[in-house]
């Protein structure tokens, strides 16, 4: 049962990969400056990004923004 979700520019990319694009384009100062939360700019990795990000709902809307408003 695979459903396409054709307005959703998400569907598909893993927070990992959001987070990594990002990173990439921005560094983790730039993402920080973007997102101000802490996993960002105090011993940033993606490891420990994404086990916060997966844990707090808040912050992870505001990473998927951004990575919307970036490349989409």
Not at 7 to 31: A, Q
Not at 37 to 42: D, P, R
Request: net charge positive; proline share 4%.
């Amino acid at each position: 049962m695979s459903q396409t979700q054709p307005n959703n520019p998400l569907h598909g990319l893993t927070l990992e990969k959001t987070l990594t694009r990002l990173v990439e384009h921005y560094g983790w100062e730039g993402l920080y400056d973007e997102v101000r939360v802490n996993c960002f700019c105090n011993e940033p990795s993606i490891k420990s990004s994404l086990k916060f990000l997966r844990r707090t709902q808040w912050a992870r809307d505001k990473v998927e923004a951004l990575y919307i408003n970036t490349f989409c």
